[in-house]
Nanobody, 119 residues
């Protein structure tokens, strides 16, 4: 069973940066490398939304319009880890951030990490 653990969240001032990590366990390097890795976020009272996604070899990357140019998704298959570098953070980026691994029609989710952007 694949397990995903997010880390790196916290409280940051507007304009600041955070780097989120999503570490996978219970899966080998080869299998992890086949997953499409995504970051989602959910703010209180709002639906969960896709923030960014990266294909297995990193050849295709997508971002939500609201974060394009500020966030960067990446992955290190050898470490079975995906990252989300978040720069120029805004109060509206405040949410719980979740990592998802997908292969075929199967999704695996982490428990999330809280990001709060406030002065």
């Amino acid at each position: 069973q694949v397990q995903l653990v997010e880390s790196g969240g916290g409280l940051v001032q507007p304009g600041g940066s955070l780097r989120l990590s999503c570490a996978a366990s219970g899966v080998g390097f080869s299998t992890f490398s086949s997953y499409v890795m995504s970051w989602y976020r959910q703010a209180p009272g709002k639906e969960r939304e896709l923030v960014a996604a990266i294909t297995s070899a990193g050849g295709r990357i997508n971002y939500a319009a609201s974060v394009k140019g500020r966030f960067t998704i990446s992955r290190e298959n050898a470490k079975k880890t995906a990252y989300l570098q978040m720069n120029s953070l805004k109060p509206e980026d405040t949410a719980r951030y979740y990592c998802k691994a997908r292969r075929d029609i199967v999704d695996y989710w982490g428990q999330g990490t809280q990001v709060t952007v406030s002065s």
